[in-house]
């Protein structure tokens, strides 16, 4: 899938900056920040996680 973004000036040259300090074409950064992105976990993920190990900590608490 091909897609378009509108970036300020200012973001487009901030952009090709940190591309060229890296040696990267601006377009494999952005893949690479789309990747990353994609493969954060969500927060209802991180929310459930937090609680479970909550849960969790208690129970070994109560059971020392």
Do not use: G
């Amino acid at each position: 899938m091909q897609m378009t973004i509108d970036l300020s000036n200012e973001q487009a040259e901030r952009f090709q900056q940190i591309a060229k300090s890296l040696s990267v074409p601006p377009q494999e950064l952005m893949q690479a920040a789309i990747d990353d992105f994609l493969s954060r976990p969500t927060e209802d993920f991180r929310q459930a996680a937090r609680y479970v190990l909550q849960k969790n900590e208690d129970l070994y608490n109560r059971l020392s």
